[in-house]
């Protein structure tokens, strides 16, 4: 009995320093804190709102650049496209919505927006928001901005009934690709353009 006593003493001095030893460590580990950084402004009867979703970011040095769907509507799309922006490496962020892209915001003309894709042209300076506005015919459009924060209306960039666009751009300084570049394909088509015509 001694020895089962003695076996039970050191199995519960073992589970106590291990919970210790975990509460030590989960307080030294740092505290996240969660920031919202946009939020759904729109009262449209087509989408469900307070959500944005399907986001995508890019970052170039300290500045981070995120766009999505805000007012998800069922069919597809959002009322508007939405971009939050950090210049000070994701301390501070300042958020808005894409202009003159749909019929809920600045003057647009596309019922909805959807498939954000964000990339940072540096041969040009210029932030760009891919998206593709549904409509009538579905196109590709590019929002082009000099700092992330202030956003021009939308450019245009193709005429084909497109689906799964992206943008990308190639930042090497050497590289003989140094422009923008978009993939739109719809109707198993592709195309790749060179934006720097369409947006200089």
Request: charged share 15%; net charge negative.
């Amino acid at each position: 009995m001694k020895t089962a006593s003695r076996w039970s003493a050191i199995v519960v001095a073992i589970f106590f320093s291990a919970a210790i030893s975990v509460a030590a460590v989960a307080q030294t580990q740092p505290q996240l804190t969660i920031t919202q950084i946009s939020s759904d402004p729109f009262t449209d009867n087509d989408a469900q709102h307070a959500t944005e979703v399907e986001p995508d970011a890019f970052a170039y040095g300290n500045t981070i650049v995120s766009a999505f769907q805000v007012g998800r509507i069922y069919d597809g799309g959002g009322s508007d496209i939405g971009f939050s922006t950090s210049t000070d490496g994701g301390k501070t962020w300042t958020s808005g919505y894409l202009p003159g892209l749909t019929v809920n915001y600045k003057n647009g003309t596309f019922t909805a927006a959807s498939d954000a894709a964000v990339a940072y042209d540096a041969a040009h300076g210029v932030w760009l928001i891919c998206t593709l506005p549904l409509g009538n015919n579905d196109v590709v459009a590019v929002s082009p901005s000099p700092d992330g924060l202030t956003w021009g209306k939308p450019v245009l960039v193709t005429n084909i009934n497109a689906d799964k666009n992206w943008i990308a751009c190639d930042n090497t300084s050497t590289s003989p690709y140094l422009r923008a570049l978009l993939r739109g394909v719809g109707q198993s088509r592709q195309r790749r353009l060179g934006l720097h015509e369409h947006l200089h």
